[in-house]
């Protein structure tokens, strides 16, 4: 910081000091650096502080302090944890690092705990004296480790989600893991030993920790094919069947078939969906038992799980993106006595492996089960993408022509030939669909429904100097269909695609 002044960068002392970040839909992530806006030592300490003091809890209370990586959300719901505290920028570059805080409920903090966190950090900016001891939880006696029984209990509950475990001890199938760095190779490891399946083969270079991601640009498993390099060659290597990676803080899976065919988040949704449905039926004959059956998606994933309700005769709802809006709906719904049996943007390593052992019992890969899925459900042909943009004042820009776009208060009706039905501007609050034309929240994200059944909807990443946009329509594989990049105009306003 003194450097930044001797040399007058003013608009960079700016952005670092006139503001504190804020929490995303997975979080609080920034790069690592002086200033307010950065995560350095001092913005971490206050974040705590600001969750204690919000809290009202007592530092006499038991603190858990784990020693090595942990299931945070689960073990805060397993001891009935008031919060829970996680450092990590799960996929995000090297460069940046990131808080999470998990509330009661084992899902992320929501409106109007994450404001009232950083109002208590404003009230409390010095830190306690005590807060720059580096040695307390070496000396404290607050604090215990329950790694173990965390690590066992887990383990043990994933029984309640493991259908065939004969059927995977005897399966032929070879599976490659990549944890990409991060902490997912140990618990991927024991995770497929409770299922009853050999180790997976790890991918050697990427197997361990390392905080310079030294192996892939991105460790994020969107990103495709392009960080799976390492992963498809030692299956090929290895004479494996199906690839899984895992990302850095190991929440997000990437899939591969034998052929390499790499799975998109909504197409793993489509089989991991049909998948729990499968067996719940199994368990379940009475067509009754459906009432209290729910799946749950966020408003720009997949309409797959929609089509499945509407013929299975089960329920589905939407949430805003980010899984903390999902955990926080299964919260609710679990204490009616509702189940709910499958949501996404949530997927796990194991049950692939088991539903693919299946498969390959029935002479089916992945891919060939879903496509049974689309002919049974209709195609739900999806495109998502990004294209990467750090200035505010651009982005305010694009979203602010949108909503002006045929005079003040006009959003367009048209984009391309396809004409635009319906609109969702969840950042003002509007939707056109609904009779008092209100909408469930305010993020900055618009949707547009299409005459033709397209849905298109851009947002900006809560994580990530990013734009995304989402399309998708349930028609036949050829069929032409638009695209939302449209209205970004990524040339005219300099914004680096994907």
Known sequence: MESLVREGHVVELRRRLCSRMTFGTAGLRAEMGAGFACINDLTVIQLFLGAIIMNKLELESCELYFHHFVLQPYAVMKYEAAAGVMITASHNRKEDNGYQVYWHNGAQISSPHDKEILHCIEENTEP???????????SSLLRRDPLEDVCRWYMEELNTICFHRELNAKSPLKFVHSSFHGVGHNYVQRAFQQFGFPHPIPVPEQKDPDPDFSTVSCPNPEEGESVLELSLRLAEREEAHIVVATDPDADRLAV?????????????????????LFNWKEAHPDPADTEIVYMLATTVSSKILKAFACIEGFHF???LPGFKWIGKRIHELTKTGKEVIFSFEESIATVVAEMAAYLHTKNLSLNQQ????????????????YVLCSDPLTI???FSRLRNFGGPGDYPELCGDYCITHIRDVTTGYDSSQPDKKCMSKHQMVTFTFQNGIVATLRTSGTEPKIKYYTEFCAVPGERFVSSIKFLEPDKNNLLRR
């Open 128 to 138: 306690w004296p005590e807060s720059w001891n580096e040695h307390l939880v070496e």
């Open 256 to 276: 591969a078939d034998f052929g390499w065919k790499v799975f998109t988040g909504n197409e793993l949704a489509a089989l991991l969906g049909w998948w729990m």
């Open 317 to 319: 709802e939407e949430t």
């Open 370 to 385: 879903l496509i049974n899925i689309y002919e049974m459900y209709g195609y739900h042909v999806s495109r998502t993408s």
């Open 396 to 398: 305010h820009t694009l």
